[in-house]
């Protein structure tokens, strides 16, 4: 289904209220990673550059207390996206009321202003009341009367209802729009998950059969194979009867992972031999061991011969989506299998290859492959919840072309 974009909206003197993904971290009021800000840049400048008024909201953090509040104010943000555009950025650090109205009054044509942290609006008089994140339908309905159009380039929050996405886009009075950003998004997930080129070859890890149950299911019936990695492996090696060891199994998932098994013939690629420790600590004494785990050994990355395999299915492969580390990527010792297939995946110059999730993002990134990948996704949650071929409200609140 099209969704309209920014450029299909009249800017000119508009109020362009957008919804941008500034979940950055901050230490010491500095901004660490500015990846978000500078993601969301395109957008901005078209809104700018088209004589707009950009309107900026954001969460940050989680606020479920008003001693939160202090630590997670987006100042250091309008400061560095100031910075960016080598423009002022005007900052209001209310989230509601006379001071926000007053300031988007003063605003003349490609001016930039942001708001205050959305998530300040889920703690009022001390009390955790969550209108921002439960969408309360008065918040979105003011949010949406500050503005005369809306544009949604927050890809990183699409999987969630929440009052400055749904309720602003639901009450807008003038049309909401995508942002180059969740265009781009929905384009390439969309077209991997929905009209892949074939091979196609999705990339699961991480640590719980239960966070990718959903996923495995839905691409099942869509790729041509499912490489499994990561601590969720070894539920399926239970579900198989391989000994496991010591290593991450979700009991309950077991009767799950044998019907996936069922379902998925030769479908799904499981490692083939794995690096165990015998402690879980970057510092433990390891070994590679081919099936069976013996007790006292838990598997905390795949060995080498599994890289070779997954490699092997990934050669010929036309589309790859990639989301989940495929061991413990966080220890240096053990981030070897994942920073392998990174590797390999930047070699893939025919394919389209999709990156989602944190520790796979970080690893293309440490590995200088990023560049050479067709898109890295913004959102891990919402990522997962597309391939899972759910809908996002925050997608389906757009309007239509």
């Given at each position: 289904?099209?969704?309209?974009?920014?450029?299909?909206?009249?800017?000119?003197?508009?109020?362009?209220?957008?919804?941008?993904?500034?979940?950055v971290?901050?230490?010491?009021?500095?901004?660490?990673?500015?990846?978000?800000?500078?993601?969301?840049?395109?957008?901005?400048?078209?809104?700018?550059?088209?004589?707009?008024?950009?309107?900026?909201?954001?969460?940050?953090?989680?606020?479920?207390?008003?001693?939160?509040?202090?630590?997670?104010?987006?100042?250091?943000?309008?400061?560095?996206?100031?910075?960016?555009l080598?423009?002022?950025?005007t900052?209001?650090?209310?989230?509601?009321g006379?001071?926000?109205?007053?300031?988007?009054?003063?605003?003349?044509?490609?001016?930039?202003?942001?708001?205050?942290?959305?998530?300040?609006?889920?703690?009022?008089?001390?009390?955790?009341?969550?209108?921002?994140?439960?969408?309360?339908?008065?918040?979105?309905?003011?949010?949406?009367?500050?503005?005369?159009?809306?544009?949604?380039?927050?890809?990183?929050?699409?999987?969630?209802?929440?009052?400055?996405?749904?309720?602003?886009?639901?009450?807008?009075?003038?049309?909401?729009?995508?942002?180059?950003?969740?265009?781009?998004?929905?384009?390439?997930?969309?077209?991997?998950?929905?009209?892949?080129?074939?091979?196609?070859?999705?990339?699961?890890?991480?640590?719980?059969?239960?966070?990718?149950?959903?996923?495995?299911?839905?691409?099942?019936?869509?790729?041509?194979?499912?490489?499994?990695?990561?601590g969720?492996?070894?539920?399926?090696?239970?579900?198989?009867?391989?000994k496991?060891?010591?290593?991450?199994?979700?009991?309950d998932?077991?009767?799950?992972?044998?019907?996936?098994?069922?379902?998925?013939?030769?479908k799904?690629?499981?490692?083939?031999?794995?690096?165990?420790?015998?402690?879980f600590?970057?510092?433990?004494?390891?070994?590679?061991?081919?099936?069976?785990?013996?007790?006292?050994?838990?598997?905390?990355?795949?060995?080498?011969?599994?890289?070779?395999?997954?490699?092997?299915?990934?050669?010929?492969?036309?589309?790859?989506?990639?989301?989940?580390?495929?061991?413990?990527?966080?220890?240096?010792?053990?981030?070897?299998?994942?920073?392998?297939?990174?590797?390999?995946?930047?070699t893939l110059?025919?394919?389209?290859?999709?990156?989602?999730g944190?520790?796979?993002?970080?690893?293309?990134?440490?590995?200088?492959v990023?560049?050479?990948?067709?898109?890295?996704?913004?959102?891990?949650?919402?990522?997962?919840?597309?391939?899972?071929?759910?809908?996002?409200?925050?997608?389906?609140?757009?309007?239509d072309?």
């Open positions: 289904m099209a969704k309209l974009t920014v450029e299909d909206l009249p800017l000119e003197g508009k109020k362009v209220l957008m919804r941008v993904d500034f979940n971290p901050i230490k010491d009021g500095v901004v660490g990673d500015d990846n978000r800000i500078v993601a969301a840049l395109p957008t901005i400048k078209y809104v700018i550059d088209h004589g707009g008024r950009a309107i900026l909201f954001s969460h940050l953090g989680r606020i479920k207390k008003e001693e939160d509040k202090s630590g997670l104010s987006l100042r250091p943000v309008a400061e560095r996206l100031s910075n960016l080598n423009k002022p950025v900052f209001v650090p209310v989230t509601e006379k001071q926000l109205e007053d300031a988007i009054d003063n605003m003349k044509n490609g001016d930039v202003l942001l708001v205050q942290n959305t998530r300040y609006e889920d703690v009022k008089d001390g009390e955790y009341v969550k209108r921002e994140s439960g969408n309360d339908p008065e918040l979105g309905k003011y949010w949406a009367s500050l503005g005369d159009v809306f544009v949604n380039d927050a890809f990183g929050t699409a999987h969630r209802k929440h009052a400055s996405n749904v309720g602003i886009a639901t009450n807008m009075p003038g049309k909401a729009a995508a942002g180059y950003l969740m265009e781009k998004e929905i384009k390439f997930l969309g077209d991997a998950v929905d009209n892949p080129e074939r091979p196609f070859v999705a990339i699961l890890g991480g640590a719980k059969v239960s966070d990718k149950i959903g996923v495995i299911d839905n691409l099942l019936d869509k790729a041509d194979k499912i490489i499994i990695g990561g969720m492996a070894y539920t399926f090696y239970a579900a198989k009867g391989i496991v060891g010591n290593s991450l199994v979700e009991k998932k077991i009767d799950v992972a044998k019907q996936i098994l069922d379902k998925a013939g030769d799904l690629v499981l490692p083939i031999d794995n690096v165990v420790a015998d402690k600590n970057n510092d433990a004494d390891t070994k590679v061991v081919e099936g069976d785990i013996d007790d006292g050994w838990m598997a905390l990355d795949i060995g080498p011969k599994s890289v070779e395999e997954f490699k092997n299915v990934l050669k010929d492969a036309k589309t790859v989506v990639w989301n989940g580390p495929m061991g413990v990527f966080e220890m240096p010792n053990f981030a070897k299998g994942t920073l392998e297939i990174g590797k390999f995946l930047g110059t025919d394919a389209t290859t999709i990156v989602g944190g520790d796979s993002t970080a690893a293309v990134k440490e590995l200088g990023a560049d050479k990948l067709t898109h890295i996704s913004t959102g891990g949650g919402a990522s997962l919840t597309y391939l899972e071929g759910k809908e996002l409200p925050g997608i389906a609140a757009i309007s072309k």
